[in-house]
């Protein structure tokens, strides 16, 4: 069994390595970046020293995995040409700043059809990502995560079958994995507060599109009911899924090195993100699977 790897998003204010230091400076070992300003379709040329600030102090600091999240503008299911094609141009730039940062995985909302149906949205996905793989060939480490939404309004990617689909679709598959988002597979109707609602949603990971693709989690509780379609996160055990959705994903050891990162509120001083990986690493059974740091914060944490 691996150390689980158990971090958050964080700021690249300052450079995108500094992301690297406020995931260190609460123990965690693992993190998540925009590789550039998210509300933005471009971004600003590539700092080397910045790279090579990252590449080194990645080990240094005792992170041991980074993942990117794409701009929230990309719409590869866009029926619109000029939307589309500005996505596909934004996700390709995506997974190039990416792959020169060394980060293997960016996590992609797959796209909204905006009214012209499921099924042409999901083609529209995949003819756009064979464009964009065809286009960096150098690219092949860098994966591009599906997430699983929420279902809200005319978002794709709502199902594990959907996320299937799309998949099914794309020329090289290797070059696509899955990000599982608890807020939204709740949200979208999946019950993870009952043993039995979290063996189905299981089955039907495994059933769809098989377990080994799923490559990354967010972690984060549900503002919103079950099969709300609402989309609002919210801190670890204090909204509807509680903390019994997150006990029986953290001790399943089919996801044993699937890191797993929040997405929940928080202000600068990351005093939210301490105690929402206080309240994860208490419901680790086996404590020799928590990161050292995170367990002494953990142990404080009770304390107080």
């Given at each position: 069994m691996a150390v689980l790897k158990l971090g958050t998003h964080m700021s690249i204010a300052g450079g995108v390595s500094k992301a690297i230091d406020r995931a260190a400076s609460i123990q965690s070992n693992a993190v998540q970046v925009f590789t550039k300003n998210?509300?933005?379709?471009s971004g600003p040329p590539i700092d080397e020293e910045d790279v090579e600030r990252?590449?080194?102090?990645?080990p240094a600091q005792g992170v041991m995995y980074a993942v990117s999240?794409?701009?929230?503008l990309i719409n590869l299911a866009s029926p619109d040409p000029t939307i589309w094609e500005k996505s596909i141009r934004a996700h390709k730039d995506e997974l190039q700043r990416a792959h020169i940062y060394g980060?293997?995985?960016?996590?992609?909302?797959?796209g909204a059809h905006t009214g012209s149906g499921e099924e042409a949205g999901i083609a529209r996905i995949a003819t756009a990502l064979n464009t964009i793989h065809a286009q960096t060939p150098d690219c092949t480490d860098t994966l591009t995560l599906l997430e699983l939404m929420a279902g809200q309004g005319t978002c794709l990617g709502k199902s594990f079958g959907q996320l299937r689909r799309i998949i099914e679709q794309v020329e090289d598959p290797s070059r696509v994995a899955v990000c599982v988002d608890t807020c939204h597979a709740f949200a979208a109707g999946y019950e993870l507060r009952t043993a039995e609602g979290y063996a189905a949603m299981m089955a039907e990971i495994a059933a769809e599109i098989g377990l080994d693709k799923v490559k990354c989690w967010h972690f984060n509780d549900s503002k919103g009911k079950l099969d709300s379609r609402l989309d609002r996160h919210w801190h670890i055990g204090e909204g509807e899924i509680g903390l019994q959705g997150f006990r029986f994903i953290l001790n399943d050891l089919r996801w044993d090195g699937v890191p797993m990162l929040l997405e929940t509120p928080k202000e600068d001083d990351l005093f939210d993100d301490i105690a929402n990986l206080a309240r994860l690493c208490a419901l680790v059974e086996d404590k020799t699977r928590v990161p050292p740091g995170l367990l002494v914060g953990q142990s404080k944490s009770s304390e107080e």
């Open positions: 998210n509300r933005q379709w990252w590449r080194e102090q990645l999240h794409a701009s929230y980060i293997p995985h960016v996590v992609l909302h797959p």
